[in-house]
């Protein structure tokens, strides 16, 4: 099998399980997209880019809709979250804000929106305020 983890193909959604979408990969390889990789609404039948997450020893694929590696997911969801913060300056969120809620706003995980709220915090982008996250001009 050519695909390699990390690689970006063209995924057809399939039809839903009870552990996600069953997807086609390039038009050629079967593989499953869990729930918990999905943050944005998808349909049966629609086209989408994804990324390989796994290639198992048994030779199934697992996939995902955001790109892999630390790095990548990191800047990508800094991204996110920057974008919402400049169009109003600030966000009413906070690292005790229910995974509902940021995944609502954002479509992302608390996890995903914890990596890279501290990404900015870091950079000093941002300031971490009580009840929400303000962006610094």
Same mark, same amino acid.
């Given at each position: 099998m050519?695909? +390699?983890e990390?690689? +970006?193909v063209?995924?057809?959604i399939?039809? +839903?399980?009870?552990?996600?979408?069953?997807?086609l990969?390039?038009?050629?390889f079967?593989?499953l997209?869990?729930?918990?990789d $999905?943050?944005?609404d998808?349909?049966?039948g629609?086209r989408? $880019?994804g990324?390989?997450?796994k290639?198992?020893?048994d030779g199934? !694929?697992d996939?995902s809709?955001r790109? +892999?590696?630390?790095r990548n997911?990191i800047?990508?969801?800094?991204?996110t979250?920057l974008?919402?913060?400049e169009?109003?300056?600030f966000l009413?969120?906070t690292?005790?804000s229910?995974p509902?809620s940021?995944?609502?706003?954002?479509q992302?995980?608390?996890?995903?929106f914890?990596r890279a709220?501290?990404?900015l915090?870091?950079?000093?982008i941002?300031?971490?305020q009580?009840?929400?996250i303000?962006l !610094?001009k």
């Open positions: 050519e695909l +390699q990390g690689d +970006q063209d995924l057809v399939g039809h +839903q399980t009870n552990l996600g979408y069953t997807v990969i390039n038009e050629e079967e593989a997209l869990y729930n918990s $999905i943050f944005k998808i349909e049966e629609s989408t $880019i990324y390989v997450k290639v198992r020893e199934k !694929i996939v809709l790109p +892999q590696g630390f997911v800047d990508e969801d800094a991204n979250v974008r919402k913060l169009e109003k300056g009413m969120l690292d005790k229910s509902e940021i995944k609502f706003r954002l992302m995980s608390k996890k995903a914890k709220i501290g990404n915090y870091k950079e000093k941002i300031e971490l009580e009840d929400r303000v !610094i």
